[in-house]
């Protein structure tokens, strides 16, 4: 029982640092309508920028900085290939993630992965500052906590202004904010750009709290992404103003992993993970659909009473 509530503690902290991840799913996939998987690419981006500048001696705080801004760039190049280059979505994105595998190998000198034992992270400097009996996973926490809260601050304000609501709009009717005069590739661009920044700056979040960078460390990321989402809506329906939106997203995040932590618990093998995934993320997706199916008929024999 303790070993269980220890995994279930270290998925908490674990599923806060990857929540912010999924808020830059969300921005594509519910908020521009954009299926990105860039994403796959630029979550390990984040992580190996982190970490190669750590090991070159940079403060661990600038390298989030620099692997945010890295992420910014992923994203627009894929909004140029799509409203530029006229390729389509899903074709851009699998381009620009194939393309970030050799550039993060590139990165991180041709090695598959990079370890960040006994070097210092934003982790072990926020030790420094708070209290002894605080472990490793709680500071996790309250870092996760402390980095997802201003995301969302932040979120919320830019997405109430005159760009942010084009952003909005442009994923619910972009022919409308056409007709109205607005700039949809530009629109498209700066939600891949912003949702590609947070993917990286988790990837480097999540890289300095494990202790080292994987080149694939991104892969289905996109998948885990999605499952969170959805399992937040599912938790906490679509009725929400648009930063409980985002609170639900984090949510998800964190139930995702807590359910990771019990299936493997109960004694799944980690090579089946993927699979679980996939299976969690149509049942999350079917749910939906099969309330609206069960409403329907109670609907209709009120109407025939």
Known sequence: MAGLLLSLHSAVAQGILWGIMT????????ILDYADLTVDGSFALGGAVSAILITAGWDPFI???????????????????????????ILSGILSMIALYSINLTIMGGKANIALLGMDTVFTKAELFLPT?????????????FFSLIIMAVLYWFFGTEIGSLIRATGSNEYMVRALGGNTDMTKILGLLLSNGLVALSGALVAQSQGYADVGMGTGTIVIGLASVIIGEVLFGKRLNFFFRMVSVVTGSVVYRMIIAIVLRMGL??????????ILVAIALSIPVMKEKLIKPKINLEKAE
């Open 63 to 89: 390298s989030l900085l620099i692997a945010f801004i890295t992420g910014l760039l992923s994203g627009m190049v894929t909004g140029i290939l799509n409203t530029k280059l006229k390729i389509p979505a």
């Open 269 to 278: 093998k980690s090579s089946n993970l993927k699979l679980f995934t996939a």
């Open 23 to 30: 808020l830059g799913v969300y921005i594509t996939f519910k």
């Open 133 to 145: 009996a605080f472990n490793k996973t709680m500071v996790t926490l309250i870092l996760g906590v």
